[in-house]
Structure formats: structure tokens, C-alpha cells
């Protein structure tokens, strides 16, 4: 059974950071491509950030400067690392798997979560003023 378990949600006020986990089980982790997604309360769910087996990485333009992506392939795991957290920033976070890079790319940019093979079910994250 394929797995993707998000961690490191929490409450934390404006301008603090949180480092968030996606770690997958039951697939062949090296051969997904692997895409963050939030959403906020009352608002349809967009794209995050997305990184490949072999590294490449994409941060939707709102985020960049303050969202990295990484990856550690021998732990199975996807990290996002977001600083200077803004009230706006309040969502739910999910992660999720797909085969090939302009499938995840595409998934991101368009906020289409539905699109990917397997999709967590998510860590909740909420940043107060």
C-alpha cells in the first residue's frame, strides 16, 4: 500500500518558521516526482512546490525567497521549509507523488492536486499575527 505522510504542522506566530515532512512508503520513491499543495480555509487548494528524483526543483513565484523544497531520497522523504510565515500562509498542507517532471510541474502551477497518482492526507499548519 503506497503511503505519504505529512508532519511538522503547527500553530507558530508571523515571521517564525516550520519545517514540514513528506515521507513515502510503498513505491518505488526514486522514480516519483514529489509536489507540495495547500489549502487555506474557505479557498481551493494551489500548488506549492515541486522536486524530482534527480533534484530539480520548482517553487511557484508568490513563494520563492521564502519556501525551499528538498529531498532526501535515502529516507524516502520530502522536506518544505518555510520562513517568515504570514497569517496568509494558514492551510492545510498536503503532499503528493506522480511519475515525471512536467506531470508535477504542470499539477503545481495549475493547483491540480487531483492530478497526482498519490496524495497524502495532510498536515495543518496556522500561523497567527
Known amino acids: 500500500e503506497v503511503q505519504l505522510v505529512e508532519s511538522g504542522g503547527g500553530s507558530v506566530q508571523a515571521g517564525e518558521s516550520l519545517k514540514l515532512s513528506c515521507a513515502a512508503s510503498g513505491l518505488t520513491y526514486v522514480a516519483y516526482s514529489i509536489g507540495w499543495f495547500r489549502q487555506a480555509p474557505g479557498k481551493e487548494r494551489e500548488g506549492v512546490a515541486c522536486?524530482?528524483?534527480?533534484?530539480?526543483?520548482y517553487v511557484v513565484d508568490s513563494l520563492k525567497g521564502r519556501f525551499t523544497i528538498s529531498r532526501d531520497n535515502a529516507k524516502n522523504t520530502v522536506y518544505l521549509e518555510m520562513n517568515n510565515l504570514k497569517p496568509e500562509d494558514t492551510a492545510v498542507y498536503y503532499c503528493a507523488a506522480t511519475r515525471g517532471w512536467a506531470e508535477v510541474t504542470h499539477a503545481v502551477r495549475e493547483g491540480d492536486y487531483y492530478a497526482m497518482d498519490y496524495r497524502g492526507k495532510g498536515t495543518l499548519v496556522t500561523v497567527s499575527s
Open positions: 522536486i524530482s528524483s534527480s533534484l530539480s526543483e
